[in-house]
């Protein structure tokens, strides 16, 4: 059995599409407990395994992280946060303001021993539909080359447990695949990653081929990763409207345009992130998976559905056996 | 009247493509003289406005860049970029190894006084097709914050000389488009800038608005900035492989996907880089075009092009009375 706790008032669309992804998810796993945390008039939801309990305060998009978490104490995000504390929940999962989320975790559910930064990880699209774990996204913008070191570890480990990678070949991004090539943050990572035995390390990585399978796991900072996700974000946009208007422009092509369209802009949403269920917090404590701000009910579902994996294949243990060695 | 030296055995299919495009823009621009340099056996153009030079050794793309400067002083590239220091010409252009041309106009053109970091320039393509001026690609992958704010300067006068805006949008590439947001260096360039009245700072945008139009300059150091680059470039081939994978697999779409699968080709070679002609080198005392190693003639002559603007606006003129003042 599995317990989350899960925040019903972030997201755009909260609290409606998080009450059906959840009432989806208690349908389609037996082994599943909820605790839901947020306003009981606003929740419909009659089951045996989900529990509602009442919170008086939200914390909105527009808030300031810390000073969010460290007032607003009835809020759905920090009851829920609580709850993974005292062990009341496995993990938790909330698609609120993404700041706050963090500052959450490290502030009440906490880092495991030996993390000195958590990292935020996300599973990129591939060409082969496979999908490669990337992390940073943005938790630690100001890196140093042991965080990027201690990014491998944890990456290899999301990777072992979530994705099933029985040895995944962990990358790092940099500016040239040669091993000599870099800034000083990417040079000195490499020499660490280079001396280790704790995961397979393949050596540098170009942002060219991200998508194109080389790598299960890619390593880098949280300012450049963050960079690149929206970046992804950005170009399959971009490059969805400009082959739209493109096409629809071309009189010959008007016809063929129609009835790819719809295949245009469902690929473009393949290649958003933000259409891949949540993206993890590592190195803390206990399991926090943020959704996307504007998921639905699938996407919001398919947090539900990670979190619940982290849970039974023991991510945080593992993940404790293998840094709580080396503290700070 | 513009005179350039250019490198004819630069580039993956040099000196071919080279000469078809030399040829091609002396036709068509009269007030264009150019200095040819490499092996004259293989220079088949007669025309009285280019004069071939005889170099008797090359630099290959695997030549280690500082090296292959300070010792093959017969290579083409060389002796083009010592007719730009000894004043024989305006600028020069190559399309051979990236890290030595930019050492190449490091030790033998020279920076401009005042200038602490040259950076490599390219504008990327946008929605509207207007483009944006993007730097630095990666001359200067350790930037501080000072570094930053003459990217700015050095792109206000690009963009205002080579693509005629009277008044670009300065904007800072970061992780969150609020003032606060960023890492050390960016939160420290953002200071600089916004203290500024030498051009028309925006603040911060993300990497899902470069090809937005929402700038017409955007800044930052040369590792984010060549991650930028290659993850454009990888990320318009990859979705253009999905698309078309995608497309050619569903039955019903087969002809419709014949019909668009030219223009798909085509708007992803429009989302490359590369396409796009030259990439310049800013802060040098003299014009130094980067073509891409593998451009076609068309490619190569657009390079000359840029360069030959470049030379009548007087962009090293205007750039050395706005940085001149400020020594290291």
Redesign the interface.
Known sequence: MVKLAIDMMGGDDAPHIVLEAVEKAVQDFDDLEIILFGDEKQCHLNHPRVEIRHTTEEISMEDEPVRAIKRKKDSSMVRMAEAVKNGEADGCVSAGNTGALMSAGLFIVGRLPGVARPALVVTLP??SGKGVVFLDV?AN??AKADHLYQNAVLGHIYAQKLRGIAEPRVAL?N?GTEDKK???L?KEAFRLMSETDQFKFTGNI???????DEADVIVTD???G??????????????G???K???LS?L??K???L??KN??KR??K??DYSEYGGSVLLGLDGIVVKAHGSSNAKAFYSAIRQAKIAGETKIVENMRAKVGDSDE
């Open positions: 591939t060409v943005g913008a100001d991004l500016i870099g800034n000083s990417t170009e942002a060219k081929s991200i998508m194109e949280g300012f450049t963050n960079i690149v996700l929206k970046n992804l974000e950005g170009t399959a946009k971009s490059f409207k400009i082959l208007n493109d096409l071309s010959k092509n016809l063929a345009a009835v790819v295949d245009i690929i473009a393949q290649l």
